[in-house]
């Protein structure tokens, strides 16, 4: 892959007794090089990630972005994204990276929620394409693709992951966001 192709990062950070997520959107190039920044936010245990993501790429309004990586696939306490939906309104493929193993979302989504909540996220959970394995460098990583096949997403996440187990991307969007959180947090309490 060329140094100068670019994904973007998206991943969430949230506390206990947060409604909202702070989400962070990082581009970086395949380079290491970070090459902008983007923010919303999702409602905690809400169904609006997917929409979110769909508004945060268009405000970043950046045609050279070439793949979107998202950190899991239900930030904010089981706002589980739609990832065919998602790589439809941006025109790009989507991966959904996760680094834990698991029976998958189901058993906790059960546990979590009942009636309606419970039917439209199991719903939009099972549309999702199935996790791949992926060993990257000493670390197991899962990947779901929508708009490459698992040999081209494969060849994505070994690109933007120079060392250890998180692509570059998510890495750099998760400390962009806990830093974005904590800085609404103190912001709320008047300190700043």
């Given at each position: 892959m060329k140094p100068g192709s670019r994904a973007l990062g998206v991943t969430e950070s949230f506390a206990g007794g947060d409604e909202r997520s702070v989400l962070c959107g990082a581009v970086?190039?395949?380079d290491r090089t970070a090459d902008g920044f983007v923010f919303g936010s999702c409602a905690v245990g809400g169904t609006d990630a997917t929409a979110a993501m769909e508004s945060m790429y268009g405000d970043l309004d950046r045609e050279d972005v070439q793949y979107l990586l998202l950190a899991g696939i239900a930030p904010a306490w089981f706002n589980v994204v739609d990832l065919h939906a998602l790589a439809d309104a941006v025109s790009r493929p989507v991966l959904s990276v996760s680094f834990e193993a698991s029976p998958g979302l189901e058993p906790a989504l059960r546990e979590a929620f009942s009636g309606g909540a419970l039917?439209?996220?199991?719903?939009?959970?099972?549309?999702?394409?199935?996790?791949?394995?992926?060993?990257?460098?000493?670390?197991?990583?899962?990947?779901?693709?929508?708009?490459?096949?698992?040999?081209?997403?494969?060849?994505?996440?070994?690109?933007?992951?120079p060392e250890g187990g998180r692509p570059e991307p998510l890495?750099?969007?998760?400390?962009?966001?806990?830093a974005a959180r904590r800085f609404r947090?103190?912001?709320r309490d008047g300190d700043v």
């Open positions: 970086v190039r395949a039917a439209t996220r199991v719903r939009t959970y099972r549309a999702q394409p199935s996790r791949h394995r992926l060993a990257v460098d000493d670390a197991d990583v899962w990947v779901r693709a929508v708009g490459v096949d698992a040999d081209r997403a494969e060849r994505i996440v070994r690109a933007f992951t890495r750099v969007a998760r400390l962009a966001a806990r947090a103190t912001d």
